[in-house]
Nanobody, 117 residues
Framework: QVQLVESGGGLVQAGGSLRLSCTAT????????MGWYRQAPGKQRELVAT???????KYADSVKGRFTISRDYAKNTMSLQMNTLKPEDTAVYYC???????????WGQGTQVTVSS
């Protein structure tokens, strides 16, 4: 079974940047869509960014213009570049891979992002 492993979280001051990575144990071509979700304490998990198999992407309004999602098929890695971070971006970030046929979802273990004011 494919596994997703995240890295790159940490503590950063407001206005700073972080880059999250999600590396799969198998080819990313198997996923129809991939995305990043986040969950802050006491809140529901929310979708932050999605990238589709052929490269198009979409973002939550709260991160548009600040975050960029990308994926490198050669490295089996999806990334989230986060710029101009705000304290409200503080959350555990999860990567997700979705396969439409059969409706399967795969999740990473989560990585903590903390933005100090």
């Amino acid at each position: 079974q494919v596994q997703l492993v995240e890295s790159g979280g940490g503590l950063v001051q407001a206005g700073g940047s972080l880059r999250l990575s999600c590396t799969a144990t198998e080819s990313l071509f198997g996923f129809n869509t991939m995305g990043w979700y986040r969950q802050a304490p006491g809140k529901q998990r929310e979708l932050v960014a999605t990238i589709f198999r052929f490269g198009s992407s979409k973002y939550a309004d709260s991160v548009k213009g600040r975050f960029t999602i990308s994926r490198d098929y050669a490295k089996n890695t999806m990334s989230l570049q986060m710029n101009t971070l705000k304290p409200e971006d503080t959350a555990v970030y999860y990567c997700n891979g979705h396969i439409t046929d059969g409706g399967s979802d795969y999740w990473g273990q989560g990585t903590q992002v903390t933005v100090s004011s």
